[in-house]
């Protein structure tokens, strides 16, 4: 069983940063992605940025130039958020799965272009660390 945990999240104003960390036991596998996804109240979990097993990354438009996500080897999964908005302000979760490198490429275009289904991708997650920005 993969566990989880995530780590970093705050209360900031406007136009600051903060780094999200994501730690999780030993990941026997070579191939496999992994995700950010936030929730802010009321609205549905949305993917924000995806990294796979070859160090590919794509993000959603409204995060584009102002997070970037990294992981060192298969363990630790990061995302630096800067130039916060408040609508950046949600529940941050980290997420992954075993998978062949077609299938994390479908996953990254599927956080890039917003698909509702992105979720779906991911089997393991962690129970979120929350993200306040306010103006």
């Known amino acids: 069983q993969v566990q989880l945990m995530e780590s970093g999240g705050g209360s900031v104003q406007a136009g600051g940063s903060l780094r999200l960390s994501c730690a999780s036991v030993e990941y026997p596998y070579s191939t496999y992605s992994m995700a950010w996804f936030r929730q802010a109240p009321g609205k549905e979990r949305e993917g924000v940025a995806a990294?796979?097993?070859?160090?590919?990354t794509s993000y959603t438009d409204s995060v584009k130039g102002r997070f970037t996500i990294s992981a060192d080897n298969a363990k630790n999964l990061y995302l630096q958020m800067n130039n916060l908005k408040p609508e950046d302000t949600g529940m941050y979760f980290c997420?992954?799965?075993?998978?062949?490198?077609?299938?994390?490429?479908?996953?990254?275009?599927?956080?890039?272009?917003?698909?509702?289904?992105?979720?779906?991708?991911?089997?393991?997650w962690g129970q979120g660390t929350q993200v306040t920005v306010s103006s």
């Open positions: 990294i796979d097993s070859d160090g590919n």
């Open positions: 997420a992954r799965n075993r998978m062949t490198r077609t299938t994390a490429a479908r996953a990254l275009a599927a956080i890039a272009r917003r698909a509702p289904d992105v979720a779906e991708y991911f089997t393991y």
